[in-house]
């Protein structure tokens, strides 16, 4: 009974990240002949490791979303990209931000062929190098524009 609900649950986990049994083995860094017996029910894991690789798992297929406020003019090199968790709270920091500019500055950036003033949602990686998140790319739809 046991031994099948580890095979049912490596099965399971391996479909969740539609990886082949070899590169899920190399990603996760187990042997691939242990997780293949693991799957096909030749051995059993300890039901920790069962438990420890369907956290990471998860972990990995999480859904991360930044929401950026963004606002860039050209002409005159001058912009910024802010990051921030919630859609709210980037709104907030947009609608404020737009509405404390002068309406010379808000023609420079309406004037701007490049000019660019929004909020948008963008999907999210791990950048190792800068060792934090960032965009996975910068396709996007804005929630909001001031343009």
């Known amino acids: 009974m046991k031994d099948e609900w580890a095979k049912d649950e490596i099965k399971k986990l391996r479909a969740k990240t539609g990886l082949s049994i070899q590169k899920f083995a190399d990603k996760y860094g187990i042997p691939f002949r242990t997780f293949q017996d693991w799957e096909l029910g030749n051995r059993v894991p300890p039901d920790y490791v069962v438990d420890m690789l369907a956290k990471i798992v998860d972990l990995d297929n999480v859904n991360l979303t930044g929401w950026f406020f963004n606002e860039y003019r050209d002409k005159r090199g001058a912009g910024t990209n802010q990051m921030f968790a919630t859609k709210k709270e980037a709104l907030q920091e947009a609608k404020e931000y737009w509405d404390r500019l002068c309406d010379a ?33 910068f396709d996007y739809t804005p929630v909001w524009s001031a343009l």
């Open 105 to 137: 500055d808000k023609r420079s950036y309406i004037d701007d062929p490049c000019g660019e003033f929004y909020v948008a949602e963008f999907p999210l990686v791990w950048d190792e190098d800068e060792l934090e998140y960032q965009p996975a790319t």
